[in-house]
T-cell receptor, first 116, second 109 residues
Framework: SQTIHQWPATLVQPVGSPLSLECTVE??????LYWYRQAAGRGLQLLFY??????ISSEVPQNLSASRPQDRQFILSSKKLLLSDSGFYLC???????????????FGPGTRLLVL | GIQVEQSPPDLILQEGANSTLRCNFS?????LQWFHQNPWGQLINLFY???GTKQNGRLSATTVATERYSLLYISSSQTTDSGVYFC???????????FGTGTRLKVLA
């Protein structure tokens, strides 16, 4: 069966410090990968998605970046964190079958980031 | 881009009551999912339902794609149903899921 991991689970970082959040998927190959952010009491905002290694699409201009160095690894980074980067970061995957519609999206447990 | 709105934004129920949550979307969609976010933040898939009706225990969902809405029914609600319910849609030709505004449900014992 497929599983999705995120770490760390929680993180407290000072303003201006760098960030690296990691997401890995097991039990599937060639997935679509997604990063979302959820502010407290709010909905989910799509930040980045990737349909393959090295292919990243950005949805919201900001000081965050994403990379996909391996098929089942998705990394969210920042060189200098802002207070407004605080939130709950969720990674998700969906299967991708050429010629077929895409299927259910599955979420990881998330990382709670507090920038002070 | 596509707009996804959910209603009601907040709902308080007594245990055992039934409820209907609604998701309206502004354009045709390729995929639609319902999720439950528990108090610990975990998003749980409830239904993948771009059209038609599905049932899973006390939960059922209906999507009328031609009229651009989906409904989630919760029957005989339990305290464990508390949390936030989201619908998410994907438009044809994209790989992007856009989430609705959510319905926050609290079920009282």
């Amino acid at each position: 069966s497929q599983t999705i991991h995120q770490w760390p689970a929680t993180l407290v970082q000072p303003v201006g410090s760098p960030l690296s959040l990691e997401c890995t998927v097991e039990g599937t190959s060639n997935p679509n990968l997604y990063w979302y952010r959820q502010a407290a009491g709010r909905g989910l905002q799509l930040l980045f998605y990737s349909v393959g290694i090295g292919q990243i699409s950005s949805e919201v201009p900001q000081n965050l970046s994403a990379s996909r160095p391996q098929d089942r690894q998705f990394i969210l980074s920042s060189k200098k964190l802002l207070l407004s980067d605080s939130g709950f970061y969720l990674c998700a995957w969906s299967s991708r079958n050429p010629g077929r519609v895409k299927e259910t999206q599955y979420f990881g447990p998330g990382t709670r980031l507090l920038v002070l | 881009g596509i707009q996804v709105e959910q209603s009601p934004p907040d709902l308080i129920l007594q245990e055992g009551a039934n409820s209907t949550l609604r998701c309206n979307f502004s354009d045709s969609v390729n995929n639609l999912q319902w999720f439950h976010q528990n108090p610990w933040g975990q998003l749980i898939n409830l239904f993948y339902i771009p059209s038609g009706t599905k049932q899973n225990g006390r939960l059922s969902a209906t999507t009328v794609a031609t009229e651009r809405y989906s409904l989630l029914y919760i029957s005989s609600s339990q305290t464990t149903d508390s949390g936030v319910y989201f619908c998410a849609v994907e438009t044809s030709g994209t790989y992007k899921y856009i989430f609705g505004t959510g319905t926050r449900l609290k079920v009282l014992a």
